[in-house]
C-alpha cells in the first residue's frame, strides 16, 4: 500500500525560542512569507500525501485557523482586483475539506507518545512522520524521494543526513553497515548518544516513513533519553522483525527549533524568493562588511 498519510506531531511548547512562542506556535514562525508549517505541508503533499493527522496540544488552534477558509479575508481580497495574487497565495494554505485531522497529546511526553496519538486516525496502514522542526529544501521534497526509495525497499524508511561531531549528541544517530547510493542498510539506532558512543555521524532528519506494527510497540514504550517516550526506541524493536533503511537525501535542512537555525532558514529563503533575493544579498554583503 502507498504512503496516504502523514503524522505531523506540533504539541512542543518551542522553548528554545521564546518568548516569540508564547503566544504563537512555533510551527508558525514566519520563514520570509509563510509559516515554517506551510514548507513542510508543501513538502508532504509533493509527496503525494492525501490526510495529515496534527497532533496538537493546548494553545495550539492557530494552526486550525492556518489551514481552514478564513471568509472574511478571503471575501475583502476578493472585493479589490489588486489582491488577486494574494488571494490565491491565501487560498492556497487550505487544505481539502476531509484531508486534515486534529488530535491533542495532552502531556510533553515524547516524540514516541505524540507518534502514539496519532494510532487510530492511522490505523492499520504504512504512514509517514514529519518533524515540523524541520524544514528540508530539496527537489523532489526529501519525502517525496524517500516514497520513491519505498517502493522498492517497503518496510520502514528513516532519512539522515551528516552532522557535526560537535553536534551529535542532540539527534538520533544509525549504525549503518552498507550503502547502495543513497540507501544505507543499518544494524541499530540510538536516540541522543553522548558524543564518544555515537556509532556514526549520521543522524536522523525528522522524516520517516514507518510501518502500523510501531503504534503497538509505542504503547508499551518505556521512558528512554531525557525520560521522554522516543520514537528511536520502538524503531529499534521494530528492526528485529520488518525490514528497515536509511535513507541520506538529497538537499538542505534547516532546524527552526533553535535561534540560528531559524535565522539560517529565513536567510536561505529569502536569497531564494525572487520578491526579495537582490535585496536580502545587499542587506546581507552590507552587514558582513560591518558598514
Ligand atoms: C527528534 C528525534 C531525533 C531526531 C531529531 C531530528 O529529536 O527524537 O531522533 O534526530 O528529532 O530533529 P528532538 O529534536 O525532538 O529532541
Same mark, same amino acid.
Given at each position: 500500500?502507498?504512503?496516504?498519510? =502523514?503524522?505531523?506531531?506540533?504539541?512542543?511548547?518551542?522553548?528554545?525560542?521564546?518568548?516569540?512562542?508564547?503566544?504563537?506556535?512555533?510551527?508558525?514562525?514566519?520563514?520570509?512569507?509563510?509559516?515554517?508549517?506551510?514548507?513542510?505541508?508543501?513538502?508532504?503533499?509533493?509527496?503525494?500525501?492525501?490526510?495529515?493527522?496534527? $497532533?496538537?496540544?493546548?494553545?495550539? #488552534?492557530?494552526?486550525?485557523? &492556518?489551514?481552514?477558509?478564513?471568509?472574511?479575508?478571503?471575501?475583502a481580497l476578493a472585493a479589490k482586483t489588486s489582491k488577486a495574487d494574494i488571494l490565491a497565495e491565501v487560498q492556497r494554505t487550505k487544505l481539502p475539506a476531509?484531508? =486534515?485531522?486534529?488530535? !491533542?497529546?495532552?502531556?510533553?511526553?515524547?516524540?514516541?507518545? =505524540?507518534?502514539?496519538?496519532?494510532?487510530?486516525?492511522?490505523?492499520?496502514?504504512?504512514?509517514?512522520?514529519?518533524?515540523?522542526?524541520?524544514?528540508?529544501?530539496?527537489?523532489?521534497?526529501?519525502?517525496?524521494?524517500?516514497? +520513491?526509495?519505498?517502493?522498492?525497499?517497503?518496510?520502514?524508511?528513516?532519512?539522515? %543526513?551528516?552532522?557535526?561531531?560537535?553536534?551529535?549528541?542532540?539527534?538520533?544517530?544509525?549504525?549503518?553497515?552498507?550503502?547502495? *547510493?543513497?540507501?544505507? !542498510?543499518?544494524?541499530?539506532? $540510538?536516540?541522543?548518544?553522548?558524543?564518544?558512543?555515537?556509532?556514526?555521524?549520521?543522524?536522523?532528519?525528522?522524516? &520517516?516513513?514507518?510501518?502500523?506494527?510501531?503504534?503497538?510497540?509505542?504503547? +508499551?514504550? *518505556?521512558?528512554?533519553?531525557? #525520560? +521522554?517516550?522516543?520514537?528511536? %526506541?520502538?524503531?529499534?524493536?521494530?528492526? +528485529?522483525?520488518?525490514?528497515?533503511?536509511? &535513507?541520506?537525501?538529497?538537499?538542505?535542512?534547516?532546524?527552526?527549533?533553535?535561534?540560528?537555525?531559524?535565522?539560517?532558514?529565513?536567510?536561505?529563503? =529569502?536569497?531564494?524568493?525572487?520578491?526579495?533575493?537582490?535585496?536580502?544579498?545587499?542587506?546581507?554583503?552590507? &552587514?558582513?562588511?560591518?558598514?
Amino acid at each position: 500500500m502507498g504512503i496516504r498519510k =502523514a503524522v505531523m506531531p506540533v504539541a512542543g511548547h518551542g522553548t528554545r525560542v521564546l518568548p516569540a512562542t508564547k503566544s504563537i506556535p512555533k510551527e508558525l514562525l514566519p520563514v520570509v512569507d509563510r509559516p515554517a508549517l506551510q514548507y513542510v505541508v508543501d513538502e508532504a503533499l509533493e509527496a503525494g500525501i492525501e490526510h495529515i493527522v496534527f $497532533v496538537t496540544g493546548r494553545g495550539k #488552534g492557530a494552526i486550525e485557523d &492556518y489551514f481552514d477558509e478564513a471568509f472574511e479575508l478571503e471575501a475583502a481580497l476578493a472585493a479589490k482586483t489588486s489582491k488577486a495574487d494574494i488571494l490565491a497565495e491565501v487560498q492556497r494554505t487550505k487544505l481539502p475539506a476531509g484531508a =486534515a485531522s486534529f488530535t !491533542r497529546q495532552q502531556a510533553p511526553l515524547g516524540l514516541g507518545h =505524540a507518534v502514539w496519538c496519532a494510532k487510530d486516525i492511522v490505523g492499520d496502514e504504512p504512514f509517514a512522520v514529519l518533524l515540523p522542526d524541520v524544514i528540508v529544501r530539496a527537489k523532489p521534497s526529501c519525502l517525496a524521494q524517500m516514497v +520513491e526509495a519505498y517502493e522498492n525497499t517497503g518496510g520502514n524508511i528513516v532519512a539522515v %543526513d551528516p552532522v557535526p561531531e560537535e553536534k551529535i549528541s542532540s539527534y538520533g544517530v544509525i549504525t549503518p553497515e552498507s550503502r547502495d *547510493g543513497r540507501l544505507i !542498510r543499518m544494524s541499530g539506532m $540510538v536516540e541522543k548518544p553522548p558524543r564518544e558512543e555515537a556509532p556514526s555521524n549520521l543522524k536522523i532528519t525528522g522524516r &520517516y516513513i514507518l510501518q502500523p506494527e510501531i503504534f503497538d510497540l509505542l504503547e +508499551e514504550q *518505556g521512558k528512554g533519553a531525557g #525520560g +521522554e517516550i522516543q520514537l528511536t %526506541d520502538s524503531m529499534v524493536t521494530l528492526m +528485529e522483525s520488518q525490514s528497515f533503511h536509511a &535513507y541520506e537525501f538529497d538537499g538542505e535542512e534547516f532546524d527552526c527549533g533553535s535561534k540560528a537555525g531559524y535565522f539560517e532558514a529565513v536567510v536561505a529563503h =529569502a536569497l531564494q524568493n525572487p520578491e526579495t533575493a537582490d535585496e536580502a544579498k545587499a542587506i546581507l554583503a552590507r &552587514y558582513a562588511a560591518g558598514t
